[in-house]
């Protein structure tokens, strides 16, 4: 005998995932500014130069901020709790 399948329920999530996938400049600047930064820190262990690893420390410290500003002033990813109390998450 053919079994009936049951009918599926689906529930769409709360928000519209984002098309960018983080791809973002904020994003960009941030992953770049912390590779680069980590980098010349680590650089600066390996010769034992303590120059190099403020220089690097420093160059992580300046990517966080810059990518932080680019995101306050619209070049990262929208905010998804703020499109939620709009409820317009198509369009934001």
Do not use: C
């Amino acid at each position: 005998m053919a079994q009936i399948p049951q009918p599926e329920t689906y529930t769409l999530p709360p928000t519209a995932p984002f098309d960018n996938h983080g791809r973002t400049k904020a994003a960009w600047v941030l992953v770049f500014g912390v590779s680069l930064g980590v980098l010349v820190g680590g650089l600066g262990m390996i010769l034992a130069r303590q120059e190099l690893m403020i220089a690097g420390a420093a160059v992580t410290v300046l990517s966080l901020v810059v990518s932080a500003v680019m995101r306050a002033v619209g070049l990262g990813q929208a905010d998804a709790r703020k499109a939620r109390q709009t409820g317009d998450w198509y369009s934001s």
